[in-house]
C-alpha cells in the first residue's frame, strides 16, 4: 500500500514576472509592474571586430487592468459543484485552475520573501441572495457584474496571501528539515521536475474563508482583487485606480470611486447548503447520559502488596486504597482523599521504591566508578 503524499505552496510564479522589483501597496506603481531588461546590441565594424553595446529598458508587464476575463477551460472544478443543494456548511467553498500559477501571474508586485506572501489577483467572494443584485446588461461592458452594497461582505483585502495556494501530489521536501525551514529554493527544483513528469501533478485553488450557515442558497464569484482590474472589468479607465495593488473594495485615499458598489465576474455559480449529514450536525446530536459511579476509581487491594512495602492494614481503611482515574464523571467527589495522615508508611515506601533508578543514576552516574545506571533496562551500564 503506497501512502498519497501531497505538497502545499503557498504561491507561484513564472518567467519575467519573478523578477518585479515593486512590493505590494508601492504606491509609486501606478498601473502595471515594470522590470528592466538589457538587450545587447552585437554590430560588425568596417574595420574588422565586432562593437557591442549594452541598452537597458524598461518594460510593463501585464498586470489586472489589462484583464477583462478568463478563459473557462483554464477551470478544472469547484467545490460545491455548480448547483448542489446539500453541501457541508462546515466546509469552505474553492475553486481549482489549471495552471499552478494562474491566481499570481498578474499581481503587479513582488512577493513578501520573509513571509513568503504574496496576494492573488483574484478573488473567490461567496455571497448570499439579498446580499447582491446582478448588474444590468449595459452595452459594450466587458464582464457581466453584481452589485454589492456593502463591501463588508469581501474578504479583508490584506488576508487574502492565505486564501490560495498551489496544490501538488507528490512530496517536494527530502527531509525534515526542509519541510519546516519553509525555504521556498529548496523545493521549486523539485517542482520543476515533478511537473516535467506530469504536468498534471499541480494546480492552484482560491478559498473563499465565509463560515456557511445550513440550509442557506449562496452565490460564488471570481472577482478581480485590485481596483485596476475591477474598472478594467466594467469597462472604466484602469488608470484611474490609485496605485497598481489598491484593493478592488477599498475606498480611495482622495478623489471618487467610480461605480463603487459595482464589481464584474469572472465566474461564477450558485450551491445551497445542507442541514444534516455533516460534522458538525453529528456533534450536535451528542446527548449527555449518566455514567456508571465505579467509572474513574478502582479499589485496589494492598492488604499484602509485596516487594517489602508495608501494607494498608487499618481497620476503617481495610487493607484497600481507592484509586481515583485521570477521567471521571463530572461533579463526581474526590476518590483519591485519604482518611487517614498524609503520608501513609504505605505511600513513602512506594515513592523511595519508583525514584530508586533516580538515585542509582545520581549516586552512581558516568563519572562514577561504578557506571551509570540504566534507567529503562534496570541494569548497569
Known sequence: MTLSNYSFLPWLRQGIANHIKSGDNDQSVKLRAEVQVDLQLNAEKLEGGVQTETIPKKIQLYGPGDIVGIEGRAIIRTDPRNWITNYEPNYLPSIEFYDEDFPWRYTPAMPDGAKHRLRPWLTLVVLKEGEFEDGANIKDRPLAYINVEDA?????????????????NRSLTANDQEMTSNDMNAVLPRLTNTLRG??????????????????????????????????????LDPDAAPYATHSAW??????TRAEPQSYPIYYRWYFRTGDI???????????AKPVNPKVGNRD?????????????????LGGVLKLGGALRPPDSPDYDDWDDPIPHPFQTSLAKLVNLADEYTEKNGPGSPHGGWNRAAGSSR
Open 198 to 235: 506530469n504536468p498534471d501533478f499541480a494546480y492552484s485553488r482560491l478559498i473563499s474563508p465565509r463560515h456557511l450557515e445550513p440550509n442557506v442558497p449562496y452565490h460564488a464569484f471570481v472577482v478581480p482583487t485590485f481596483e485596476s482590474g475591477r474598472l478594467a472589468g466594467l469597462g
Open 152 to 168: 463588508a461582505r469581501f474578504p479583508p483585502a490584506d488576508l487574502l496571501w492565505a486564501w490560495a495556494h498551489v496544490h501538488v
Open 277 to 287: 449529514g455533516d460534522f458538525e450536525y453529528l456533534v450536535r446530536l451528542l446527548e
Open 300 to 316: 485496589m487491594d494492598v492488604l499484602f502488596p509485596g516487594a517489602n512495602l508495608p501494607p494498608i492494614d487499618d481497620e476503617d
Open 250 to 255: 477599498a475606498a480611495y485615499p482622495s478623489g
